[in-house]
């Protein structure tokens, strides 16, 4: 019987944990060039430059739209000097039908009632027709679904406060005890205590009817709306401990909700999937701004918009109580925003806190404002008098202030992502010298992975796990996109080019290494 002779085997390899991007997508035969490898980063890097610079804009652009709709929601004529300047950010509540010639189209006069139903249904066409599109191309894409959204969040605070205004009326001392009251915004329609309480006041009654009906949809629906989509959503967008919650006060209070976890190599993991998944996502118009344990803070930031831009109407247009109200609102909100910390860029969450601090300090000066026109309607002698342009000056510079930062930190941007990427096309050229030196080659092999072990964000990015069945209530909402991903490279956060590029070209090394090389190596 021959005796069994022990096969000599290569040297055992010792456990390697090899940290690459999980996000990076590979190419299909795995056989790019370093080259190749650094146009991937370089396009990476500058689309999230992009995005970045889109974030910023975005938190910019609310608070001109806020700002911009101060003079009429608080009734206060600002100083000379910002008076101007108002008017000019009010255009960031893109009031398109102040500037289109209606007239012209067989409308006849341009009243309130024809600016109130062309702005609530207008926007309601649109969003219809981008659903109907969405519907027939979702197995392609999510294009109209994110027009869909884009238009509800632009329309929402600029159309909320013109359905509010029905409730804002005037009164007029007619002399005798008799009292009228007029709509503040068009002095044609007279307003009433009583519902339809005469011929004169069927009009307002219709637009009060008219303009509950809309507060359903816009105020309250589009917030409910984005409220219900991301709660459908929940089981692939919030992390794990989230969805271990046991009462809706642990999913929204819990220390898991209000703190990042502390750096390790898991949370780069996770980081990297949420970033894949909030790029990817049919509703990432309302997720990358955000981190995932707060992915659902655009709703909050729409409560935000609605309180400061069309809900003060309610508590009485240009009176002091109005402005102490709306600078409660503003330090609540200040205090939500520190608490959660949900901006997924740090720089964010810092612009964020400086307009929510510039819209504080406004509303003082405007409180003061107003403080000073009463102070001048008692005085009967005309004694008191005092010019107000100082305060307007302050309005300017603190303003300015806040779009003064976001271009520098733009500029900060684009500079560090150059920079970084010359540091990596050095890293590149180090690379090589250092494979020459160890007898290095330049052949690329094929390294295929097998497809049951790709990451979650991988099979998700291809379409090959859904977030949402097509079969739920929203499911031809939130059905992922299938489209295949644009292949790139991206370093981690808080990483640099040339630590993605060495952690790269150190995974190919391997790949066309044999064992006894590799451990070598080590």
């Not at 929601?73 to 000097?81: G, S, T």
């Not at 998944?277 to 707060?294: A, G, K, M």
Request: with cysteine.
């Amino acid at each position: 019987v021959p005796v069994p002779v022990p096969v000599p085997h290569a040297p055992p390899v010792a456990p390697m944990k090899i940290e690459f991007e999980i996000e990076a997508a590979e190419s299909d035969d795995d056989n790019g060039s370093e080259e190749e490898n650094l146009e991937d980063i370089e396009e990476s890097l500058r689309a999230r430059r992009a995005v970045s610079a889109f974030h910023k804009l975005k938190i910019m652009f609310t608070f001109a739209q806020l700002v911009g709709g101060f003079t009429f929601a608080f009734d206060i004529n600002f100083p000379a000097p910002a008076g101007r300047l108002m008017r000019a950010i009010d255009s960031a509540n893109l009031d398109w039908i102040g500037v289109m010639p209606i007239q012209c189209w067989g409308f006849g006069q341009i009243t309130y009632t024809t600016t109130l139903l062309l702005s609530t249904l207008v926007p309601m066409l649109f969003s219809l027709c981008f659903l109907a599109a969405h519907l027939k191309y979702r197995e392609k894409h999510s294009f109209y679904f994110t027009l869909f959204l884009i238009l509800t969040y632009l329309v929402l605070p600029v159309t909320s406060s013109k359905i509010f205004s029905v409730f804002r009326c005037e009164t007029y001392d007619y002399g005798g005890g008799t009292e009228r009251h007029f709509l503040v915004v068009d002095h044609q329609i007279e307003c009433f205590d009583e519902p339809f309480g005469g011929d004169h006041n069927q009009t307002y009654g219709w637009l009060a009817v008219y303009a509950i009906i809309q507060i359903f949809i816009y105020p309250i629906g589009i917030p409910a709306l984005y409220a219900f989509l991301l709660w459908e959503a929940r089981g692939i967008l919030a992390t794990d401990e989230l969805l271990g919650a046991k009462s809706y006060s642990e999913f929204f209070f819990s220390d898991s909700a209000r703190r990042e976890p502390p750096a390790s190599a898991e949370k780069n993991l996770a980081d990297e999937e949420w970033e894949a998944i909030s790029d990817w996502h049919p509703l990432s118009f309302l997720l990358s701004q955000y981190e995932r344990r707060v992915y659902w803070f655009e709703v909050v930031e729409c409560c935000r918009r609605l309180a400061l831009s069309g809900a003060v109407i309610l508590f009485g247009p240009g009176t002091p109580m109005q402005l102490v109200v709306s600078l409660f609102l503003c330090a609540v909100t200040i205090k939500i925003y520190s608490y959660y910390e949900p901006q997924r860029d740090y720089d964010d969450d810092i612009l964020t806190e400086i307009s929510q601090w510039q819209i504080f300090v406004i509303l003082v000066c405007s409180l003061m404002v107003r403080y000073r026109e009463i102070i001048e309607d008692l005085d009967e002698d005309g004694i008191y008098t005092e010019d107000n342009s100082e305060l307007g000056y302050v309005i300017i510079a603190v303003v300015v202030f806040g779009f003064v930062y976001m271009l520098v930190m733009i500029t900060m941007i684009f500079v560090k992502v150059e920079s970084e990427f010359e540091e990596g096309e050095k890293e590149l050229e180090s690379a090589r010298s250092t494979r020459s030196l160890y007898g290095g080659h330049d052949d690329e092999h094929k390294w295929a992975t097998p497809k049951s072990s790709r990451s979650p964000t991988r099979s998700i990015l291809y379409g090959s796990a859904t977030p949402e069945s097509s079969s739920s209530p929203t499911g031809f909402f939130l059905e992922a996109t299938k489209r295949r991903p644009i292949q790139r490279r991206r370093s981690s956060r808080g990483g640099s080019v040339s630590r993605a590029i060495a952690r790269n070209t150190s995974l190919r090394q391997m790949r066309t290494s044999s064992p006894g090389e590799i451990v070598a190596q080590l």
